[in-house]
């Protein structure tokens, strides 16, 4: 199946640094979403991005379809950022949604 | 209540206990999911609705027993489960599940964190 690589798997930082994950993948793919996770589990849609770029606020994200790779930028950041980012594709000749193993993000006051 | 809602948030149960997991989604969508998020692994679909049909099962052991009634809400029973399957449990809704033009975006419910003694 489609493999999904994210890096960093931990990352630290102070109140409004900023920051870029990113979203290996080893296929080409019809669906990719980036989610957030909160402290208290739940996951929160943050973009769904199959190519291209998109921005939301302090949020935005861009994926480069043809080089499998997609990246997600924090800028400003705020301890309510904290938590683990997912990126998660659905491969074209598949049914499910293959997550990757999450960033853990960690912002300091 | 709006978007997608699961209960309990919390339970705890013992191997021999029999529970039932609860997901309801609001947002008129026609495809539902069960995802097992264990620590330190990456989130795991276990199985797929669409239109009450289940879809996938992804090898997920019999003692999960999953039930769409209807395309709002799906359920997870659950029997004789082990300490191992102790882990959160997710739902989540999209407007269609799968195939190759599937563009759909997933939305998740808070959880249910369920713990095996």
């Known amino acids: 199946g489609i493999q999904v690589e994210q890096s960093p798997p931990d990352l630290i930082l102070q109140e409004g640094a900023n920051s870029t994950l990113r979203c290996n993948f080893s296929?080409?793919?019809?669906?990719l979403q980036w989610f957030h996770q909160n402290p208290w589990g739940q996951l929160i849609n943050l973009f769904y991005?199959?190519?291209g770029t998109k921005q939301n606020g302090r949020l935005s994200a861009t994926t480069v379809a043809t080089e499998r790779y997609s990246l997600l930028y924090i800028s400003s950041s705020q301890t309510t950022d904290s938590g683990v980012y997912f990126c998660?594709?659905?491969?074209?000749?598949?049914?499910?949604?293959?997550f990757g193993g999450g960033t853990r993000l960690m912002v300091k006051p | 209540e709006t978007g997608v809602t699961q209960t309990p948030r919390h339970l705890v149960m013992g191997m021999t206990n029999k529970k039932s997991l609860k997901c309801e989604q609001h947002?008129?969508?026609?495809?539902m999911y069960w995802y097992k998020q264990s620590a330190k692994k990456p989130l795991e679909l276990m199985f797929v609705?669409?239109?009450?049909?289940?879809?996938e099962n992804n090898s997920v052991p019999s003692r999960f027993s999953p039930e769409c009634p209807n395309s709002s809400h799906l359920f997870l029973h659950l029997h004789t489960l082990q300490p191992e399957d102790s882990a959160l449990y997710l739902c989540?809704?999209?407007?269609?599940?799968?195939?190759?033009?599937?563009?759909?975006?997933?939305?998740f419910g808070p959880g249910t964190r369920l713990t095996v003694l």
């Open positions: 989540a809704s999209s407007q269609s599940s799968g195939g190759p033009s599937a563009t759909d975006t997933q939305y």
């Open positions: 296929d080409s793919v019809n669906n």
């Open positions: 991005i199959p190519s």
């Open positions: 998660a594709v659905l491969h074209n000749a598949g049914n499910m949604l293959t």
């Open positions: 947002l008129g969508h026609n495809a």
């Open positions: 609705y669409n239109f009450k049909e289940q879809t």
